[in-house]
């Protein structure tokens, strides 16, 4: 009986102690399912167009000392539409004011101009109200110039946050916003069309392809979207993982005393003419050595998303006006913010030739409906990427630019050369998925195998429909197409370097009917009792003397480790090779004596080679 006043003192205690107990175990629940949906919401944000995450959405506004100009801007800006994100203040305004320079010698009155420009630009920055998001001012102490206003701007936090950087001569469309949230959530977030290759989108109106002797820039007037991959200063939307990508590039590139020069590029002038005033030179050879795409806009009537004024400044000495006219909200359809899928959209290069990215062939009726748009002239070169070196593939694609060959096609087994060939608008075969269709059973075959018997279906299927087909292994290089072209004859079917592992197949009924019946045969026949080291080129000929048919050498020289660094090419050699066994940076640096090399550190083309039709 004594014990029960203290039983009724602890109980209180009791109590609190459980609550704090259960407090903590709901508390630690809720942290790992939140942990958890984060860690998967990293991986699998991309999952549709209406489950999108919330993300953040910054607004870079460059200025200097035009206060007419920035004033004019940031009125377009605030009369936008921003919706549900503007209610919820997820529209951040970053305001980035140049400092300016200072005069070597001591000059009162230009100092007190600068001075009293400077202020009044951060009066006016300081009373303006921004009401959809946090507003921040940074008022640099030095003078960056555009270069660094442009690349200092941003540094992404994370994954789900985005830079419209504006210039202040730029006026924006009150729907701007609109368009740019559909375009996050139609290419970024939505997985069916999202891509790796797509950096961001530009709000200009497209007038301006910056490869010398490229095609006019004309798109169908139905199209609202396309891709381009030109970067659009007058109103840029960026995509966090690429300009990532391109900081470090740059730094890399800057801190090795390296330039932005891409040759056949009118960026090359500006650069000669500016140097580092500008930024565009540096991310344009980027976007070249990455392979990356631009989302644009194409309205009619010239009008855009974004209007620059183009006044007096680093790009214009003097004020040039208004580029095209501002969208509003009477001059759209109602499909305005209906986005086509990507894969209905085009692609453009810097010359405004056409890109078809995406094209992996798997089957044979994948490849008879992917021929007929890769073929010119009927002739199909196909090219081997089995024991490939990256480096020798990307020089060969230099050459093919150099000497506008476009009817190539990749065929080997999937890697991430593979892929990214495809992602650059390439054609590749996928060999293993390709044979698995064609022949039964899963015996394992080696790669020359593989090689031999991909091959022969590719070219029976391209005598079929009437192509001649150029095979090259990938230790071969194509140097001169039209002195080749110039040598073959009529009366001879096949041509054959053994050495060099090249071979042309004339397209004929001869020839045909002789690889259905005889070749393709006797190649499946090797594949199934030879298994390790078969020839594809030895074999065609064999079978084709047998025949007694008319054949003939394919004209080409070897680069040997002892070849005469002096040696000409110009001896009507149109094919180059070299031996597996050799060093690649052996051959590599005979390739660069005899100017045969045409890549730059980052493995792509030193030069942009426009022609102004590829048909």
Excluded at 58 to 81: D, E, P, Q, W, Y
Excluded at 289 to 304: D, K, L, V
Excluded at 508 to 518: D, H
Excluded at 580 to 605: G, H
Aim: with cysteine; hydrophobic share 40%.
């Amino acid at each position: 009986m004594v014990i029960t006043q203290p039983k009724k003192k602890l109980l209180p205690f009791i109590l609190l102690f459980l609550f704090c107990i259960s407090v903590i175990i709901i508390l630690l629940l809720l942290v790992s399912e939140t942990t958890r949906l984060l860690t998967q919401q990293g991986t699998t944000f991309r999952s549709n167009h209406n489950n999108v995450p919330p993300f953040t959405f910054l607004i870079k506004v460059l200025t200097f000392n035009r206060l007419h100009s920035l004033s004019r801007c940031l009125r377009s800006l605030s009369s936008a539409h921003y919706g549900v994100a503007g209610d919820t203040r997820r529209i951040h305004l970053h305001i980035y004011i140049d400092h300016f320079p200072l005069p070597p010698q001591k000059d009162e009155s230009v100092g007190d101009d600068n001075l009293k420009s400077a202020k009044e630009v951060l009066d006016f920055v300081d009373k303006f109200e921004w009401r959809f998001g946090d507003k921040l001012v940074h008022y640099r102490t030095g003078n960056a110039g555009l270069q660094g206003q442009w690349l200092e701007a941003w540094w992404p936090s994370s994954d789900h946050e985005f830079a419209f950087v504006v210039e202040d001569d730029l006026e924006v469309s009150p729907l701007y916003y609109e368009f740019l949230e559909r375009v996050i959530h139609s290419y970024y977030y939505d997985a069916n069309s999202y891509s790796p290759s797509i950096y961001g989108a530009s709000l200009q109106r497209p007038r301006f392809v910056p490869g010398k002797h490229g095609n006019k820039l004309q798109v169908d007037p139905k199209t609202n979207v396309f891709l381009y991959q030109l970067v659009g200063t007058w109103g840029q939307l960026l995509f966090p993982k690429p300009w990532k990508e391109f900081r470090l590039w740059y730094d890399e590139h800057k801190s090795n005393g390296k330039k932005p020069f891409l040759d056949g590029m009118v960026t090359n002038g500006w650069y000669k003419k500016l140097g580092e005033r500008i930024w565009t030179p540096w991310f344009i050879k980027f976007i070249h050595s990455r392979g990356y795409f631009n989302i644009y806009t194409n309205f009619q009537n010239e009008c855009a998303l974004s209007v620059s004024h183009r006044d007096a400044g680093v790009n214009y000495g003097k004020t040039a006006g208004p580029d095209s006219q501002l969208l509003n909200r009477s001059s759209i359809s109602s499909g305005f913010l209906k986005l086509q899928p990507l894969s209905s959209l085009k692609w453009y290069d810097y010359c405004f030739s056409e890109v078809v990215p995406g094209r992996v062939v798997r089957n044979l009726n994948e490849l008879g409906n992917i021929l007929p748009s890769v073929q010119r002239g009927k002739t199909i070169v196909l090219v081997s990427l089995f024991a490939a070196e990256e480096m020798f593939i990307r020089n060969l694609l230099c050459h093919f630019e150099k000497l506008n060959t476009h009817n190539h096609i990749f065929i080997g087994p999937a890697s991430e050369l593979f892929s990214d060939l495809s992602r650059r608008g390439h054609p590749v075969i996928d060999a293993d998925m390709f044979l698995d269709t064609l022949i039964k059973g899963k015996t394992y075959y080696t790669n020359s195998v593989k090689e031999a018997m991909g091959n022969a279906y590719v070219v029976k299927k391209c005598l079929e429909l009437g192509y001649s087909t150029w095979v090259f292994s990938s230790n071969a290089l194509l140097v001169d197409e039209g002195l080749l072209h110039s040598r073959m004859r009529s009366e001879h079917d096949f041509y054959i370097g053994e050495s060099s592992g090249v071979l042309i197949v004339q397209s004929s009924s001869v020839t045909q009917k002789l690889w259905s019946n005889e070749l393709l045969h006797s190649i499946l026949s090797c594949s199934a009792t030879k298994n390790q080291g078969l020839d594809f080129v030895h074999i065609v000929k064999e079978v084709v003397e047998r025949e007694d048919k008319m054949i003939k050498t394919v004209e080409t020289m070897s680069i040997e480790e002892n070849t005469n660094a002096n040696q000409s090419l110009g001896d009507g050699k149109p094919v180059v090779y070299w031996s597996r066994e050799v060093d690649s940076n052996i051959i590599r640096t005979k390739l660069e004596k005899l100017n045969f090399w045409l890549i730059d550190d980052d493995l792509s083309c030193k030069a942009v080679v426009c022609y102004s039709s590829l048909r």
